[in-house]
T-cell receptor, first 115, second 115 residues
Framework: NAGVMQNPRHLVRRRGQEARLRCSPMKGHSHVYWYRQLPEEGLKFMVYLQKENIIDESGMPKERFSAEFPKEGPSILRIQQVVRGDSAAYFC?????????????FGAGSRLTVL | QQQVKQSPQSLIVQKGGIPIINCAYENTAFDYFPWYQQFPGKGPALLIAIRPDVSEKKEGRFTISFNKSAKQFSLHIMDSQPGDSATYFCAATLNYGGSQGNLIFGKGTKLSVKP
C-alpha cells in the first residue's frame, strides 16, 4: 500500500505562472482533501472532493484556485497566476467511505515556492 | 468559534520526561479530536484520537485527556524519547455529514526531547 502519493514534492514558479499539484489517494479511499500549511502555522482546510464532485470548498480562496478529482487519474489542485503569498506546503489527504471517514491519511506534501 | 488554540508553541524536555500539550476549542458541536505528529519534510501522521464521550484514551506512551465542560483536551507523552522530537498538532471536527474531513488544526507545538 503506497499511501497517499503527491507530486511534485517541490515546485518553483515565478509570479504569474500556474502551479499544478497532483494527489493520488490511498487504494480504496474515495475521499480526497487538500490542506495548506504556511510556515510556522497549522494546516488549513481548503477543499474536500469525491470522484467528479466537490463536496466542500469552503476553505478555497475565491479566485485563482481550483480543484478537481476526475473519474480517472489523480486529484489536481491548480493555482493560476501565482503570487508570493501562495508559497506554502500543500498537503493532500484521503480517507475511506463509512466508518473511518474522519481518519485522514496525509501525503508528504508539495512545497510551492513562488519567486 | 471555529478556532482551536494550542499551547505551548514549543517545548523542550529531557529524555524520560512527560511533555504535556494543551488545546482548547469553542465550538461545542465538535465531536472528534485527533492529534497528529509531523516530522520535518513529512506529512502529518495520525497519532491518537478521542471522542467527547470518554475522558481519557491511552495508546502506548501517548494519552489524551479530555475535559468536555472546560472544552479542553491535552496530549501527554510518557517516558519521552529523542525520537519523539517533532511538531504535534491537535485538531477538531464535526463527525457527520460532509464535515468529517474538515479538520480545524491548532498552530502546532514543536517538541524537542534532549538525550
Amino acid at each position: 500500500n503506497a499511501g497517499v502519493m503527491q507530486n511534485p514534492r517541490h515546485l518553483v514558479r515565478r509570479r504569474g505562472q500556474e502551479a499544478r499539484l497532483r494527489c493520488s489517494p490511498m487504494k480504496g479511499h474515495s475521499h480526497v482533501y487538500w490542506y495548506r500549511q504556511l510556515p510556522e502555522e497549522g494546516l488549513k482546510f481548503m477543499v474536500y472532493l469525491q470522484k467528479e464532485n466537490i463536496i466542500d470548498e469552503s476553505g478555497m480562496p475565491k479566485e485563482r484556485f481550483s480543484a478537481e478529482f476526475p473519474k480517472e487519474g489523480p486529484s489536481i489542485l491548480r493555482i493560476q497566476q501565482v503570487v508570493r503569498g501562495d508559497s506554502a506546503a500543500y498537503f493532500c489527504a484521503s480517507s475511506p467511505t463509512g466508518q473511518g471517514a474522519n481518519v485522514l491519511t496525509f501525503g508528504a506534501g508539495s512545497r510551492l515556492t513562488v519567486l | 468559534q471555529q478556532q482551536v488554540k494550542q499551547s505551548p508553541q514549543s517545548l523542550i524536555v529531557q529524555k524520560g520526561g512527560i511533555p504535556i500539550i494543551n488545546c482548547a476549542y469553542e465550538n461545542t458541536a465538535f465531536d472528534y479530536f485527533p492529534w497528529y505528529q509531523q516530522f520535518p519534510g513529512k506529512g502529518p501522521a495520525l497519532l491518537i484520537a478521542i471522542r467527547p464521550d470518554v475522558s481519557e484514551k491511552k495508546e502506548g506512551r501517548f494519552t489524551i485527556s479530555f475535559n468536555k465542560s472546560a472544552k479542553q483536551f491535552s496530549l501527554h507523552i510518557m517516558d519521552s524519547q529523542p525520537g519523539d522530537s517533532a511538531t504535534y498538532f491537535c485538531a477538531a471536527t464535526l463527525n457527520y455529514g460532509g464535515s468529517q474531513g474538515n479538520l480545524i488544526f491548532g498552530k502546532g507545538t514543536k517538541l524537542s526531547v534532549k538525550p
